[in-house]
């Protein structure tokens, strides 16, 4: 990689680490709100706290983390990533000082939401990023999807450690204080954000002639399965609407279909995982007195009757999603291998497999649980280069933040039901209903992979 792919790529990796930081941190403050919180007063209407409630509570956050994708692609389009980048990071330190500050579940829905709409245009503004200005693209997007599953295993496990010794108000305050260092980073880092996008808006391979001939595009920068003559974003509605007709005419309409599977699967599994541990041997709670000398754990405040354990389940599922890390390499190294098609079949198929074991070997006992953890981990990240990739191949470079702007209205605003469905399932129904759900949407991704692929 050349000095532009790399600042480029660092931008990236550092504001995605934030992003599902905060979004994945989110679920251990969750457990917390389950005990502390039973009633959720709007003024108007009350209601009380389970996991149907707060299920709905996150799906109107991570919800608008999806939909504000769509805006945010055709902003990405017209003033660059850079400046979207900034005001997310800004953003999701103020709804994470807002935590700070919450008395109740009214502010922290707000909180969520500002959150929400804040990390929402990170993904347009970042894929696009690297799309256009990284020629090494698939090695690019595949160091991204590592720093955020650094920060997706991070943001629990932070979260859990923190929590042994402060109140999860100041827990929130802590964690803002990463994303704004992480701002005054993307103001002043200097790269090219165009620079592997060549005369024609195609992407080519010469940085030096890519810089050069950055700002100019033709028509030929649509692909196979569109006519689209956007060159740089859209200017009005009725070139939204245009473009969007464009888009949805060939195979990204399927791809979309692929992208809802994998949020709702992603929300869906991830929300209520660790309060769904808890039940299973071995992931009781350890009271932190227990295992330090009387002296010391008085010295810390850490005695018996505080109250302060360690949640093995939360350390569980940090691991689990840690190790998603070998899943995005793994599956950004193979973008560049196999038809990408092929990927998505074999990856999703793999899903809707370890949704129908997962409760059965979770029942063998501690070790085969966390071998199913692993497999699970690998696999729920896996995917993810392959729909990027595909994403760019099946749209032009032209409207490639709007591509991917929809792309994560699929994955996180509509994947966002995930967590209603999961929480309404599992207060009215069973875990075992709720795998089953999950291995549908795994399956069903699947088939479209074979489709495509046979194409």
């Known amino acids: 990689m050349n000095r532009n792919d790399r600042a480029i790529t660092g931008l990236a990796m550092l504001a995605h680490g934030m992003v599902h930081t905060y979004e994945l941190s989110i679920p251990i403050f969750l457990t917390v709100w389950l005990v502390e919180f039973s009633v959720i007063d709007f003024g108007v209407a009350q209601f009380p706290v389970n996991a149907a409630t707060l299920g709905v509570v996150l799906t109107a956050g991570y919800g608008l983390f999806g939909v504000g994708a769509l805006p945010g692609g055709v902003l990405v389009d017209r003033i660059g990533s850079r400046r979207l980048i900034t005001a997310c990071l800004l953003g999701m330190a103020g709804s994470f000082l807002l935590l700070f500050l919450a008395p109740g579940v009214p502010t922290i829905t707000l909180a969520l939401l500002v959150w929400g709409a804040s990390a929402s245009v990170y993904h347009p503004a970042g894929l696009a990023m690297i799309s256009k200005g990284v020629e090494q693209r698939g090695t690019g997007f595949a160091y991204h999807g590592i720093a955020g599953n650094v920060g997706i295993g991070l943001g629990p496990l932070l979260s859990a450690i923190l929590l042994l010794f402060f109140d999860w108000r100041v827990v929130a305050g802590l964690l ?16 090219d954000e165009t620079a592997a996008v060549a005369t024609d808006g195609g992407e080519e391979t010469g940085a030096e002639s890519a810089h050069e001939d950055a700002t100019t595009t033709d028509d030929s920068a649509t692909t196979d399965d569109s006519d689209s003559k956007a060159s740089a974003g859209v200017d009005s509605l009725g070139e939204f609407l245009t473009e969007s007709r464009l888009l949805f005419a060939g195979g990204f309409t399927a791809v979309f279909v692929v992208v809802m599977c994998s949020g709702l699967y992603y929300r869906g599994v991830l929300t209520f995982l660790p309060g769904l541990l808890e039940s299973y041997p071995g992931f009781e709670p350890i009271p932190v007195s227990s295992l330090l000398p009387a002296s010391l754990a008085d010295l810390l405040g850490l005695t018996a009757e505080s109250g302060r354990a360690i949640e093995p389940n939360r350390y569980f599922y940090s691991g689990l999603l840690i190790i998603g890390v070998v899943g995005q390499y793994l599956g950004g190294k193979l973008t560049d291998r196999i038809p990408v098609e092929w990927g998505i079949a074999g990856g999703f198929g793999a899903l809707a497999v370890l949704a129908v074991v997962f409760l059965p070997v979770a029942s063998l006992g501690l070790a085969p649980l966390l071998v199913l953890g692993a497999l699970l981990g690998v696999a729920l990240f896996v995917v993810q280069p392959f729909y990027q990739a595909t994403v760019a191949e099946y749209t032009p470079a032209g409207t490639r933040g709007l591509s991917y702007g929809y792309t994560y209205l699929g994955v996180f605003g509509v994947g966002a039901l995930g967590t209603t469905v999961a929480g309404t399932i599992l207060t009215y129904a069973s875990p075992t209903v ?22």
Request: no cysteine; hydrophobic share 75%.
């Open 434 to 455: 709720l795998f089953a759900t999950l291995a549908g949407f795994g399956a069903l991704a699947a088939v479209i992979g074979v489709v495509l692929a046979r194409r």
């Open 176 to 191: 803002a204080v990463p994303a704004i260092a992480a701002a005054v980073f993307a103001v002043r880092v200097d790269f």
